[in-house]
């Protein structure tokens, strides 16, 4: 266990569905991230959050909504998705200084049919 | 723009022959270059962070090199559990927090 939880782990949906996915950090953290990862790809930022504030969002479609209750938590919202968005989303949390690197969770495998 | 490019995009490797990853990258002030190991279906794992040319890191059969344009990930006579792919990703100096820019990695196969 890394310190930052994902659920579910894997996910097929529909693309008139609506889900989201969770993410939980147990290290303290102050910022917090969603990227996403396609094959051949180089990992995508799509959102920040630092201290609950969100401070970047990476030109992402509306279709996905991000949500950061707390600094310990990190959803984010899906609805009506693409086969292209199939991909595996992954969290990370730290604590959002310089020179500071990421903890990330293992991942949500979304497939949209 | 920050850029990171990671070659070879595969490699395969005999147990116990050596032999490195490449990592250039173009960033606008380092802050930290970053290599994570990441295994099929999880997320990447931390292994090194780099700050300024000249620095080395090991852990185990790993070593990380950092000049001015690029880093180098070198495998010491690799065994199979080393299978995975190696990521690298830098921090440029003008982001007022921390966000990491990622290359596409490299998948290296260590056979028996």
């Known amino acids: 266990e890394t310190g930052v939880t994902q659920t579910p782990r894997h996910l097929v949906m529909g693309m008139t569905n609506k889900k989201s996915l969770k993410c939980e950090q147990h290290l303290g953290h102050n910022a917090m991230y969603w990227y996403k990862q396609s094959a051949k790809k180089p990992l995508e930022l799509m959102f920040v959050y630092n201290f609950k504030e969100q401070t970047e969002n990476n030109s992402v479609p509306s279709r996905f909504s991000p949500e950061c209750p707390n600094s310990s938590h990190l959803f984010l919202h899906l609805h009506t998705l693409q086969p292209e968005d199939s991909a595996l989303y992954l969290c990370?949390?730290?604590?959002?200084?310089?020179?500071?690197?990421?903890?990330f969770g293992s991942g949500t495998r979304l497939t949209v049919v | 723009e920050d850029q990171v490019t990671q070659s070879p995009e595969a490699l395969r490797l005999q147990e116990g022959e050596s032999s490195s990853l490449n990592c250039s990258y173009t960033v606008s002030g380092l802050r930290g270059l970053f290599w994570y190991r990441q295994d099929p279906g999880k997320g990447p794992e931390f292994l090194f962070t780099?700050?300024?040319a000249g620095e080395e890191k090991e852990k185990e059969r790993l070593k990380a090199t950092l000049t001015k344009k690029e880093s180098f990930l070198h495998i010491t006579a690799p065994k199979p559990e080393d299978s995975a792919t190696y990521l690298c990703a830098v921090q440029a100096g003008d982001s007022g927090y921390s966000t990491l820019t990622f290359g596409k990695g490299t998948m290296l196969l260590v056979s028996p």
């Open positions: 780099l700050y300024s």
């Open positions: 990370a949390s730290s604590q959002g200084g310089p020179g500071e690197g990421y903890t």
